[in-house]
């Protein structure tokens, strides 16, 4: 199918077709984002830690498009490569054609070029096909050892592609190999190095020493024709190091495309690589002696353990607990005392209210709290700090209308987690369901001493928001034992619970006063029932 569908396009018959649009279709898009675009042409690794795989990895979270052309197929994984299917040369011209004749990537990597044919096809495409800058990285030898580009392609490298190239980035064998098998031991000869393979034409070459015996960083050399840089990275242990040349190269060419300068394109993306590497020591996958690592920083957390078990229920909003730094330093308490309490006392979710805290305070109390929760199974929210609340990984935050609009709030966190977002009338209600809340939380609904000048809506203002609202509601304020049954007597079918501070928290025994208050609640929703 993929076959015939590529000659039924026939692209490189006439590839012109492709770049003159029709002022409607010009018209369409001036309104429209282009994006940062790198082109790979590379390699697959099955098992997805080098090549393509980590090429549009690396790309991807750097932000950046990144379209693919495949010039072999290998079976790899982690103990290293089965097999190689090289791909005809006159495949890979036609993978080109259809990406640089159409897409207009602004930056070229290339990866694993394995037949002379192929080199040569891609040197005449980018003749045809002009890009903002080419990024060659010589994949020769996998590091398990294995033979992807072998000797026979040097000389067309040499020849053809290197004088192309804004920057080429051998690691110390391949710089070795363009060199006829000179041995690089020191940063003396790498710098020599650097210089030799800049002599064959690209315009930068950044020689790669993480192989340098006895250093404890790793050490890279760039030479620019004029001046030596040198970029220092810790070294971090762990085997988990497969694919971190090509993604390194897919990074520099991700932030050439987004318009660095090439010196701190480099900067950056070491310091991604880094941190992909310092995040992903000890993960395991496979059984191999080099493990892949993790470019997008999320595998992880996916230990049950640390996860929120479930996703958003309303059922949740039932006993809201919002904490209160004053009231606890009132009552002699920790955060984490105060919401212990809650919880042995009932409640079915919480949220961090800490005003006059310090961040990095707030930080540790919240991971305490978080740990306490994650135990119970109570989801844990974090009031306004949108920077807390990812950095201890909470459930989720409660935003209000002064504070960070909860659509850019959802973009920040991600789809999974839970965001509330205080809501006083109608409009604010249908805001928040575009913004993409999952709950609202309306009020004051009678007065309170804990929040100032804060505007009571009553019962009716709650009802009105409730009935506008396509989102379940939580009510606020001044909500205690005394009057939580008028609330739920409202019975609108959305309204699922009442969120409480001084009740719970500005009382001697914070759970004494939960279990009361939830026994209120039960009794008002059964009696509804
Ligand atoms: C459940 C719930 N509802 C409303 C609020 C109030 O949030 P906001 O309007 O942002 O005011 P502050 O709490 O930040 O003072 C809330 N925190 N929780
Ligand atoms: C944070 C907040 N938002 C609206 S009212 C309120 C304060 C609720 O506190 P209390 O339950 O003590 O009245
Ligand atoms: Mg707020």
New binding site residues.
Partial sequence: MGFHCSHVFSAHHNPKNFLSLSPVAAMQREDKVRVPHVLTVAGSDSGAGAGIQADLKACASRGVYCSTVITAVTAQNTAGVQGVNIVADEFVAEQLNSVLSDMRPDVVKTGMLPSIGIVKVLCQSLKEFPVGALIVDPVMVSTSGDVLAGPSVLDTFRQDLLPMADIVTPNLKEASALLGGVSLETVADMRSAAKSIHDIGPRNVLVKGGDLPDSLDAIDVLFDGKDFFEFRSSRIKTPNTHGTGCSLASSIAAELAKGSPMISAIKVAKRYIESALSYSKDIIIGNGCQGPFDHLLKLKNNEPRLHRQRPFDPTDLFL?A?TDSRMNLKWGRSITDGVKAAIEGGVTMI?L?E?EADTRDFLEAAKACLEICRFHGVPLLI??RIDVALACDADGV??????MPASVVRTLLGPEKII?V?CKTPEHAQQAYLDGADY????GVFPTNT?ENNLTIGLDGLKTVCLASKLPV?A?GGIGISNAHSVMDLSVPNLKGV?VVSALFDRESISTETQKLHRVLTESTTSIR
């Fill in positions: 809201y919002v949220q209210r005003k009031n306004d409660h935003v209000g209308q002064c504070d509330g205080s609202i939380g309306c009020g929040k939580v606020i969120a």
